[in-house]
């Protein structure tokens, strides 16, 4: 959380990402928490303690530098999903007893010679691909990598990951079952170039949005990310129930600075984007660009006061953003806006933001995740020791 100094506050639901992470747990046979970038903005050492103590055992990361991080707090597999980036992150991963994911030959070299370095044998997850077309060996290379694998002979494949491009859109399952084919060949290959090394690879395919939909895909083992957060990756399809009971976990708040009226044919913010057709009252809310707001919420988005919904009007700023409060009596200096979450029986849900933001929750909890964040845990199951995510909070926590 690199911003720092501001008024911007998330608070983040531990308990939801536990109830998240038991749902899914029920629809799946096995799951890898993904917790990579910070766990979306939530906190990566408080939400991989929080699932820890709901029973998760595997957890994947991006960077091998995070994986680092994350490795002494918690027991059980932890994956880098970006693999190593020199020898030295490969010997790292070898000795620190992090699974990196390979999808390029010369990863493979590395984690040999940092086997017979460390003298360990080196655990392994291949990422083929099979129609991503980001990271991962082509699929109709298997040939060439069991090659290389012959020639490390400490590397052990123990993994087989694959990822779905079009998991989360009804009208791409066409491709869902395309990718699940090209999966399945090279895992019938691999399986029969490996058997002599008398390994065989565990499969995982599916994101969030597949484990869902696609529970044929389970296999071993499932990866969801965003659905532990709590956003729902069929918002807006016909399979929206399928993640109708998961609960986002991050709430943003920022206080009101002042309250001011605003006469009809007024205009408010740079460049005088928004005149008032009539007699307004406005509220000045602490938040911005500069607190990941997105300028791109100017005159489009709307926040939550005393339950209310109010009009984002005129330009975000760095540190400040108007909204229209003439329908909301007593908005004060001091009154904390809900920029996402709930408020008084109303949420402003990740999903509204993301569309006023023009992206997709992913990065709205990405980009606001980085203020300063404090943490609670609203159910019963998840009331125990605290402790350990309270110290991801910023020294001057809120009240
Ligand atoms: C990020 C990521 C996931 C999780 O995807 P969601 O859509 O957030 O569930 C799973 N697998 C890999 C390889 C990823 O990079």
């Known amino acids: 959380m690199p911003i720092d100094s501001n008024l911007l506050r ?11 992470f038991r749902l899914l747990r029920s ?20 939400v991989a303690k929080a699932l820890a103590e709901s029973g998760a055992d595997c957890f994947a990361v991006g960077t091998v530098a995070e994986a680092t991080r994350l490795r002494p707090e918690v027991r059980g597999t932890v994956f880098a999903l970006l693999g190593p980036q020199s020898s030295e992150e490969a ?97 019938a290959r691999l399986q029969s170039g490996l058997t002599t090394a008398g390994i065989l690879p565990r499969c995982s395919l599916t994101n969030s949005a597949g484990l869902l939909a696609y529970p ?36 943003v708040q920022a206080p009101v600075l002042a309250v001011h009226p605003l006469a009809k044919g007024a205009s408010i913010s740079y460049g005088r984007t928004f005149v008032a057709d009539r007699d307004k009252t406005v509220a000045v809310v602490a938040a911005g660009y500069a607190d990941a707001y997105s300028r791109g919420l100017s005159n489009k ?35 904390m806006a809900v920029l996402l979450g709930p408020d008084e029986g109303d949420a402003i849900t990740p999903e509204e933001l993301s569309s006023w933001w023009g992206t997709i929750p992913y990065e709205v909890f990405c980009m ?18 605290l402790d350990h995510a309270r110290s991801d909070t910023s020294p001057s926590a809120w009240g």
């Open 10 to 20: 998330v608070t983040v639901d531990l308990g939801a990402i536990q109830d998240n």
């Open 27 to 46: 629809r799946g046979t096995g799951l890898i928490a993904v917790i990579k970038s910070d766990a979306y903005g939530h906190g990566l050492i408080p």
């Open 91 to 187: 010997r790292e991963a070898v000795q620190r007893d992090i699974v990196p994911v390979a999808a390029r030959h010369d990863q493979l070299t590395w984690l040999q010679t940092a086997a017979d370095a460390t003298k360990r044998r080196a655990a392994v997850a291949l990422k083929f691909d099979t129609g991503m077309a980001r990271l991962g060996f082509n699929h109709a290379e298997v040939d060439m990598v069991l090659e290389t694998l012959a020639h490390c002979r400490d590397v052990e494949p123990r993994w087989l990951f694959s990822h779905l491009a079009t998991a989360d859109d009804p009208d791409q399952a066409e491709f869902v079952r395309e990718q699940a084919t090209r999966y399945l060949i090279v895992q």
């Open 216 to 251: 044929e895909l389970a296999w071993d083992r499932q990866r969801p990310g965003i659905a532990l957060y709590g956003a729902n990756p069929f918002h807006g399809t016909e399979l929206e129930y399928l993640g109708r009971d998961l609960r986002p976990a991050m709430r």
């Open 301 to 335: 988005g709307w926040m939550l006061l005393r339950g209310q919904r109010v009009k984002v009007l005129g330009r975000v700023c760095m540190q400040m953003t108007a909204v229209d409060v003439s329908h909301v009596p007593g908005v004060a200096p001091g009154d």
């Open 368 to 385: 606001l995740g980085m203020n300063p964040r404090e943490y609670v845990a609203s159910s019963e199951a998840s009331q125990g020791d």
